[in-house]
């Protein structure tokens, strides 16, 4: 069974530095891009970037470019987002999702199959 | 950019009627297009992907069409455990982004 299990919910100051991860079980962790999307409260779900954990290939969206920082280990199929300093805008739900691909002639299609549960971060003084 | 738009914002539907929800994007995204369904406290749940075809595990019930710019959720006989938030998603080849649509609503009448 496949699986993304998302570290827990983070309080935090602005300024500090933040790092959360998602682990992924039951399937090759190395070969799936693994994706960040936010979801801040009462709204709908952004986009933030994708990493291939085999390489540590990395894709970010224009919003979220040089913002923050995704990371992978695949030794322990770990996949991370990081904040070098944190603001209160950056409060949120945090999740992780496998990028699925499959084809449908004549392109690849690509969505999220799977899912984390979320990581809250609260940032606030 | 690619700006996605879905319609309406909210719909209120009794139990075991229909509901047909529209996403457009602002340009052609052929057949890559997802739709989502998420309650609330939960992560978004994968309903339909290349625009058509149902995710493991979602009932009959949920049927997406569409190509190009224009694409429809379809969910027939609403289920109480139907009543979520929907969001289409669309990826652009190059440069190679997804984007979501602001989600629409379904709720009970």
């Known amino acids: 069974e496949v699986q993304l299990e998302q570290s827990g919910a983070e309080v935090k100051k602005p300024g500090e530095s933040l790092k959360i991860s998602c682990k992924g079980s039951g399937y090759d962790f190395a070969t799936s891009w693994i994706g960040w999307v936010r979801q801040m409260p009462g709204k709908g779900l952004e986009w933030m970037g994708l990493?291939?954990?085999?390489?540590?290939?990395?894709t970010y969206s224009p919003s979220f470019q040089g913002q923050v920082t995704i990371s992978a280990d695949k030794s322990i199929n770990t996949a991370y987002l990081q904040w070098g300093s944190l603001k209160a805008s950056d409060t949120a739900i945090y999740y992780c999702?496998?990028?699925?691909?499959?084809?449908?002639?004549?392109?690849?299609?690509?969505?999220?199959?799977?899912w984390g549960q979320g990581t809250l971060v609260n940032v606030s003084s | 950019e690619m700006v996605m738009t879905q319609s309406p914002a909210t719909l209120s539907v009794s139990p075991g009627e229909s509901a047909t929800l529209s996403c457009r994007a602002s340009?052609?995204?052929?057949?890559?297009l997802a739709w989502y369904q998420q309650k609330p406290g939960q992560a978004p749940r994968l309903l339909i992907y290349g625009a058509s075809t149902r995710a493991t595990g979602v009932p009959a019930r949920f049927s997406g069409s569409g190509s190009g710019t224009e694409f429809t959720l379809t969910i027939s006989s609403l289920q109480s455990e139907d009543f979520a938030v929907y969001y289409c998603q669309q990826f652009n080849k190059w440069p190679p982004i997804f984007t979501f649509g602001p989600g629409t609503k379904v709720d009970i009448k």
């Open positions: 990493i291939y954990p085999g390489d540590s290939d990395t």
């Open positions: 340009h052609g995204v052929s057949s890559n």
């Open positions: 999702a496998r990028r699925g691909a499959v084809v449908i002639e004549p392109d690849f299609v690509y969505y999220f199959d799977y």
